[in-house]
């Protein structure tokens, strides 16, 4: 047996992206099934995967300093 799962697409409700949760309801794929049958997306709930302080570039000038490779011993 063979399940079926979308490769690309999003939740026909909340418009999330499809995972190996995805459920084929008629013409539309649904995120979960709790999506399906209209009850909580369980999505709402999840928190981001990666903290908003790591999505930002960090300056340079925070860095230490280092010394050049010149002056590093072998």
Known sequence: ????VPSSGSCY???RS????????????YGSAGCATGGDCPLDRRDP?????????RPTRYFL?????E???A
């Open 1 to 4: 047996m063979i399940d079926r």
């Open 71 to 73: 002056l590093r011993r």
């Open 18 to 29: 499809l995972g190996l949760a995805s459920v084929k309801v008629g013409e539309h794929w």
């Open 49 to 57: 995967a990666v903290p908003e302080r790591a999505l930002y570039p």
């Open 65 to 69: 300093a280092r010394p050049p490779k």
């Open 13 to 15: 409700r909340c418009q």
